[in-house]
């Protein structure tokens, strides 16, 4: 992560390889992806998103889980107003 002024200011990819503490990680289902975040954001695709997404945001951190309906296709970390404002970019 990278920050500034104690600020947080940049998105962590994770790779396909890692999983979250709660075991989600590309590949797993959007079903397993709910059981393990039933607090998540269903967020809807909007033109200028690039697929459906869960938003699981905490106090201090948070994932963007983008998939395509069935399986997690990408897991981003970071703040919950930096993931929003990814998941309007392509």
């Known amino acids: 992560m990278v920050f500034d002024s104690d600020r947080r200011v940049l998105l962590w990819p994770l790779p396909p390889e890692q999983r979250t503490s709660e075991g989600i990680g590309v590949g797993s289902t959007v079903y397993h992806a709910w059981l393990a975040y039933p607090d998540a954001e269903a967020l809807r695709p909007e033109p200028a998103a690039a697929s459906d997404a869960l938003l699981v945001h905490r106090i201090d951190r948070g994932y963007l889980i983008r998939h395509?309906?069935?399986?997690?296709?990408?897991?981003?970390?970071?703040t919950e107003e930096l993931l929003r404002a990814a998941y309007q970019t392509r």
């Open 68 to 78: 395509d309906g069935t399986v997690v296709r990408q897991l981003i970390a970071g």
